[in-house]
């Protein structure tokens, strides 16, 4: 099948698209890497719950927090596990999608939106369940003095919309 304009310009805004979340995954993961102890701190408080607002009497959550600082640098090692293979699954995918631009080159496509389906579905795992259920709603983050939440779905509503928007079939019609 003859690769048309309007083909071309869907898979690349898809290729371009996926290569952006996965630089996003790589870079939050870095930054997390590189100055690890300022997001740590982020943590680390979130999970013992010690920086609660002053209005904030919930006693009986504050009994769901960590203070065993060694399962506190377990989950942070987990969070920047997931982000970097967001990020790498993501910029695979999208470089995939990047080789599927060649009227020769099938077998990519398919590929390259399975890569990327699995790294916006673990992006959705990190910034949604991880930080807006769990660290939002058992760690009382919408509470806590380091509060990630808006952040959380914004990255979560991204990664679901372009998980979305890859997804779909192209259309050749110009």
Same mark, same amino acid.
């Given at each position: 099948m003859k690769t048309t304009p309007h083909l071309f310009a869907q898979r690349l805004s898809k290729a371009l698209l996926a290569l952006s979340i996965g630089l996003f995954?790589?870079?939050?993961?870095?930054?997390?890497?590189?100055?690890?102890?300022s997001n740590w701190q982020f943590v680390r408080h979130v999970l013992s719950m010690d920086n609660m607002q002053p209005w904030f009497?919930?006693?009986?959550?504050?009994?769901?927090? +960590?203070?065993?600082?060694?399962?506190?640098?377990?989950?942070?090692?987990?969070? +920047?596990?997931?982000?970097?293979?967001v990020g790498l699954l993501c910029a695979a995918g999208g470089a995939m999608l990047l080789l599927?631009?060649?009227?020769?080159?099938?077998?990519?496509?398919?590929?390259?939106?399975a890569?990327?389906?699995?790294g916006a579905t673990l992006a959705i795992l990190v910034w949604h369940t991880g930080f807006?259920?769990?660290g939002g709603e058992y760690f009382a983050m919408w509470a806590n003095q380091f509060n990630?939440?808006?952040s959380a779905y914004a990255f979560t509503g991204i990664a679901l919309l372009a998980? +979305?928007?890859?997804?779909q079939p192209e259309s050749s019609a110009d």
């Amino acid at each position: 099948m003859k690769t048309t304009p309007h083909l071309f310009a869907q898979r690349l805004s898809k290729a371009l698209l996926a290569l952006s979340i996965g630089l996003f995954g790589l870079m939050v993961a870095s930054g997390n890497l590189l100055d690890y102890d300022s997001n740590w701190q982020f943590v680390r408080h979130v999970l013992s719950m010690d920086n609660m607002q002053p209005w904030f009497h919930g006693d009986a959550l504050r009994g769901r927090a +960590i203070h065993s600082e060694a399962i506190q640098r377990l989950a942070y090692a987990a969070i +920047i596990a997931g982000e970097l293979a967001v990020g790498l699954l993501c910029a695979a995918g999208g470089a995939m999608l990047l080789l599927a631009l060649r009227p020769t080159a099938g077998i990519w496509l398919p590929r390259g939106k399975a890569c990327f389906t699995l790294g916006a579905t673990l992006a959705i795992l990190v910034w949604h369940t991880g930080f807006a259920v769990i660290g939002g709603e058992y760690f009382a983050m919408w509470a806590n003095q380091f509060n990630g939440q808006f952040s959380a779905y914004a990255f979560t509503g991204i990664a679901l919309l372009a998980l +979305i928007y890859v997804n779909q079939p192209e259309s050749s019609a110009d």
